[in-house]
């Protein structure tokens, strides 16, 4: 089993961050998924009617990101997802390059609890920001 970092090996400031190019198989995938058909992320006649002028993806695409670097790289495999606080600011456009960037902001001894903000960017543009709160594993646990 792949195990990632243990509480111990964490450090405020420290982060890690993935790069996603979102196509619009993807889009597609997560509305089937999901559930989520809204026209906005499925239909192009449709999404040209609105602010986006196109296709959008769903937020929560973006957030799954996030999801992704908190359990393959910070802390990794065998952390605890607990929380997430969630903004959505700019719309995320199929071909468009989505980093994902989780930074250590706080770290809780007692409670082996790692607070992360967590970000989205687009060509250096923040799509999605908030927090997480994960429970990291212990090497004596």
């Known amino acids: 089993m792949q ?5 111990d090996e964490l450090a405020v400031g420290q982060s890690a961050e993935i790069t996603r190019v979102v196509g619009a198989a993807d889009v597609e995938a997560f509305a089937e998924v999901s559930g ?3 026209p906005a992320h499925l239909d192009e006649a449709y999404a040209q009617t609105t602010p986006f002028g196109g296709r959008i993806a769903h937020g929560m695409l973006a957030a799954a990101y996030v999801s992704a670097v908190l359990g393959t790289k910070l802390p990794g495999p065998g952390a605890i997802y607990l929380s997430q606080s969630l903004r959505f600011r700019r719309p995320v456009k199929i071909g468009d390059p989505v980093t ?3 930074t250590v902001k706080a770290l809780d001894a007692k409670k082996s609890h790692v607070t992360l903000e967590t970000l989205c960017l687009v060509n250096g543009k923040t799509v999605l920001d908030g927090e997480a709160l994960v ?3 212990r090497r004596d646990a």
């Open 3 to 7: 195990q990632g970092l243990y509480f």
């Open 36 to 38: 989520d058909t809204n």
């Open 100 to 102: 994902a960037r989780v």
């Open 135 to 137: 429970l990291a594993p």
